[in-house]
């Protein structure tokens, strides 16, 4: 079987898609060849399966690493399909037309996946593990946390693709994947909740008030990771001084 993108799949099928939300004049149109299948959902499940793929390779990792290292270094993870409308809104502000072509070209997060961990160290850990998987292919990566965004928000981005295999071909299909810590995602949520409130443009003091709080929360995360090395140097001074007592008894 061959390895295709899902750039290359839309060739092989052919495509009528309107997606029409009233009042708001949304609209995608994508055409090509004769046949009318239902194509959105094809492309859909194709993305639905990358994000499970990806998960399920998390789920595995979190538990090798509790096996081996008694620690869970994923807290929890969310993931979406991005809406038909979230996905037409982005084309239109990087001035595109709303295509399945264009949508599956640059619209980088339809699949994303979100893994929230306790510690910025876990993140690092995590992206490792992520880039050492044989089948995923790691397009990019945006660190956040070393370079936030003027807006406080911190976070690691991947853009991967994973193999999708279908009965007839193989589709490498992109997912996003964000990685962050509980208190990043706390500010993250709230932040994104006040950005689609006010549209883009909250108040000034609004704003500040963010950036305090980033600042913050960054404070708290540098906090917490050093108070856990210094437990888990406690706890290891204490595994091998009951190891060397043994040795002496033995
Ligand atoms: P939503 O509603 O979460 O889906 P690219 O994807 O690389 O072509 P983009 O989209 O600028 O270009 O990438 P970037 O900067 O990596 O951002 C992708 C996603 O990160 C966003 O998706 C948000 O989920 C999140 N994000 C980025 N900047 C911010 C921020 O300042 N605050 C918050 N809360 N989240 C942010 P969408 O599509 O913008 O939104």
Redesign the pocket.
């Known amino acids: 079987m061959k390895n295709i993108h899902l750039c290359d799949f839309l060739c092989y099928t052919n495509f009528t898609v309107l997606c029409e939300k009233e009042n708001e004049g949304v609209r995608m149109e994508f055409k090509t060849g004769s046949e009318d299948i239902d194509s959105w959902e094809e492309v859909i499940l194709v993305y639905s399966a990358a994000l499970r793929q990806i998960e399920t390779k998390m789920e595995i990792l979190n538990d090798e690493f509790q096996h081996v290292h008694q620690y869970n270094p994923i807290e929890h993870i969310k993931s979406r399909i991005?809406t038909p409308e979230?996905i037409v809104k982005?084309l239109k502000r990087?001035g595109r037309e709303s295509t399945i072509e264009n949508m599956v070209k640059?619209?980088?997060?339809i699949a994303?996946i979100r893994i929230i961990c306790s510690f910025t160290s876990d993140i690092y850990r995590i992206a490792d593990m992520i880039g050492e998987q044989r089948d995923i292919k790691v397009i990019?990566v945006?660190n956040?946390i070393t370079f936030p965004?003027a807006?406080?928000?911190k976070?690691y981005?991947m853009?991967v693709t994973v193999p999708v295999y279908l009965s007839d071909r193989i589709v490498d299909t992109k997912v996003?994947i964000?990685i962050r810590t509980v208190a990043m995602d706390f500010?993250?949520?709230l932040?994104?909740k006040i950005?689609y409130k006010f549209e883009g443009d909250a108040p000034e003091h609004i704003k500040s008030e963010l950036i305090e709080c980033a600042k913050m929360v960054s404070d708290l995360d540098a906090r917490m990771l050093s108070l856990n090395e210094e437990i888990l140097n406690i706890s290891n001074g204490e595994k091998s001084m009951h190891f060397n007592s043994e040795e002496t008894a033995g």
Do not use: L, M, P, R
Not at 106 to 109: A, H, R, S
């Open positions: 991005k979230s982005k990087n640059y619209v980088n997060d994303g990019s945006k956040y965004k807006s406080g928000y976070s981005h853009i996003e964000q500010w993250a949520s932040e994104h950005h």
